[in-house]
């Protein structure tokens, strides 16, 4: 038991130590507006999940970073860096809408399943160009999944305005926005099943979210796949010698990446916003993915708390807001989190390293003796 | 006619290009020893806040630029700690540091003058051409009178840090750190002060950049004002092939793109203008992919180096 507790507090002491940090930086900044910090963390806290409305909207900011964030987490146990969720999210949100205009016709449950597979296809696409150029050319991905995010943000803005657009659908001239979402494409509202969630904007696409996670954990750790995937990612070298292929788990890997943050861009569409703006900036989803996946230890279960806990950061900016204090200091609380993790990272395998250095002083010491 | 529209494209590229060119620049020297920058957006931000706070403050508007620069070297000093000491990962570590900063900039800009969006206009701005006398040349003069001291700066940065990075003993060190850093290393080179050094001079010019777009444009701080113009800035390092000279080449090209298409708009072609604004990107993945022409960059950039302990 003791050792189990160990285990898992090896595992966690970094995400935990980040937090507590990010936390007490925020504390600092409601400290200097003049506020009380502790009030506004219990506004925070009592905002996002003591009442069941409240609740509810925590799990719709949850849904599109759980997504994102298993996104980070795969292409993280793949050793690939996958920065370009942003891009992907974007173009299956457009494949989501057009897919949904077009086979309105459909029924539900078919037409559902279609937007979702369209959306994790179109995702998985974005990736894989960057997963292809990666094994192919060799490629660093972080360069090209920027370059992809970039291209998938204008390519959305010109669809969304002219073969999208309602405007021009109808024959006037082009709008900032796409067609909307007919009905029968709609998820269903937490709130239409259970009438307690009020308010709240929480749609099934939470469930989505969850049961993604439990396939990609299942995936991950107990298919051979996942198991290729995860030797890759450790070593590259070693995996190629068992007969590993490096290039092939490289565009598997980044194909299921861009379709879990396609399959989120899909949710978030026909959940929650049902239309796509004309945007001059990236959503950011892709970036608060990175989040979620670094304090969840890039473990698909491990991504369900922490998008937990970056649900109620957004969610509860608002709270804090009313009580008077800046949003932005939620989105302070998020950065620290994350230069700490950057930082910390390596302490963590600085330590191992002098462990192992230690360890191997000890056995030194011991043949010695023998 | 055709004259005006063409000076006036070409003073919007170039005024368009300088803080790129700026940025990617900044880019060059931390890339060069070898870490990489995602940070610069970041920077960007801190840059283009300080530099308005600090006009704000001073009322003189090269005052707010010094406090940019010192606040990009602040910042920048951040990513050199976790890339450089703590050996992390400096792709994570730019990621975090521009949420900080979008997030650090909103909330002061709401802490000190109580709202958000954007801050009051500053009381002095530099958005004027410094060289009068170059007005005075024919035809040419329309051209220089739209110019700012920054677009002057930026491209004598092209050649300082050509010349630094390729034509002194220094600039070797950071390049063979850059590519190789055991053997830099054996050689007698200080990896770490190599780093550091680079890193710092990268946040000085990314936060001149940041000024180039509050100070030297508008006279104000806009939240998402640098809307992913650090990236572009890394487009460009990769489309110019880690070369300062290359790079401010790329920039130009870049600069043309984007005032093309303000030009295409202000005269309402109804032309689909997101894919001229796609350019810069599709080209730099042809250049990587090596369509048009291989692009390398430095080999041991984005790795941590290790010093030997014995």
Known sequence: ?370 | MTTAIFISLLTSAIRLATPLLLAALAGVYSERSGVVNIALEGIMIAGAFFSIWFTHLTGSAWIGVGAGIVFGVFTSAILAAIAINLKGNQVIAGTAINLLMTALTAFLLEIIWHRSGSTPTAPAMLTTNPLKFLEGIPLLGTFFKQLTPFVYMAFIMVFVAYFTLWKTPWGLHVRAVGEHPRAAETVGIDVYKTRWVCVLISGALAGLAGATLSVGTVGLFREGMVAGKGFIALAALVFGKWHPVKTMLACLFFGLCSAANILAQSFGVNAPTEFLAMIPYIATILVLIGIVGKAQGPKASGEPYEKDEK
């Open chain 1, 1 to 370: 038991m003791k050792e189990k507790f160990t285990y898992v507090w090896s595992v966690i002491r970094l995400p935990v130590i980040a937090v507590v940090f990010g936390f007490l930086t925020g504390a600092v900044c409601i400290a200097v507006t003049g506020n009380n910090p502790v009030v506004a963390y219990i506004a925070l806290f009592r905002g996002s999940l003591a009442s069941i409305p409240g609740f509810g909207e925590t799990m719709y900011k949850i849904t599109p970073i759980l997504f994102t964030g298993l996104a980070a987490a795969i292409s993280f146990r793949c050793g690939l860096f996958n920065i370009g969720a942003e891009g992907q999210y974007v173009v299956a949100s457009v494949a989501a809408i057009a897919i949904s205009w077009f086979g309105q016709g459909l029924p539900r449950i078919f037409l559902l399943a279609l937007i979702l597979t369209a959306g994790f296809c179109a995702g998985g696409l974005w990736g894989g160009i960057a997963g292809f150029l990666k094994a192919k050319r060799g490629i660093n991905e972080v360069i090209s999944t920027i370059m992809l995010n970039w291209i998938a943000l204008y390519l959305a803005n010109y669809l969304v305005r002219i073969p999208l657009s309602p405007n021009v659908r109808a024959g006037l001239s082009p709008a900032g926005h796409s067609v909307v979402v007919p009905e029968v494409a709609k998820l269903t509202k937490l709130k239409a099943i259970v009438p307690a969630f009020g308010y709240s904007s929480a749609h099934t696409g939470i469930f989505i979210a969850l049961i993604s996670a439990v396939v990609m954990w299942y995936i991950l750790f107990k298919t051979t796949v996942g198991y290729e995937i995860r030797t890759v990612g450790l070593n590259a070298q070693a995996a190629e010698y068992g007969g590993i292929s490096k290039a092939k788990n490289t565009m598997l890997a980044m194909f299921l990446s861009g379709g879990l943050a396609g399959l989120g861009g899909a949710v978030q569409i026909i959940g929650l916003v049902y239309m796509v703006n004309q945007s001059p900036m990236l959503p950011g989803y892709g970036f608060t993915g990175l989040s979620v996946a670094l304090v969840g230890n890039s473990h698909p279960l491990g991504c369900i708390p922490s998008a937990l806990l970056f649900g109620i950061l957004e969610n509860g900016s608002r709270q804090m807001q009313l009580a008077g204090i800046p949003s932005e200091i939620t989105s302070i609380i998020s950065g620290v989190i994350l230069v700490f993790i950057a930082g910390s990272l390596v302490i963590k395998l600085a330590g191992d390293r002098i462990k192992a250095k230690w360890g191997k002083r000890a056995m030194r010491t011991e043949q010695e003796g023998l």
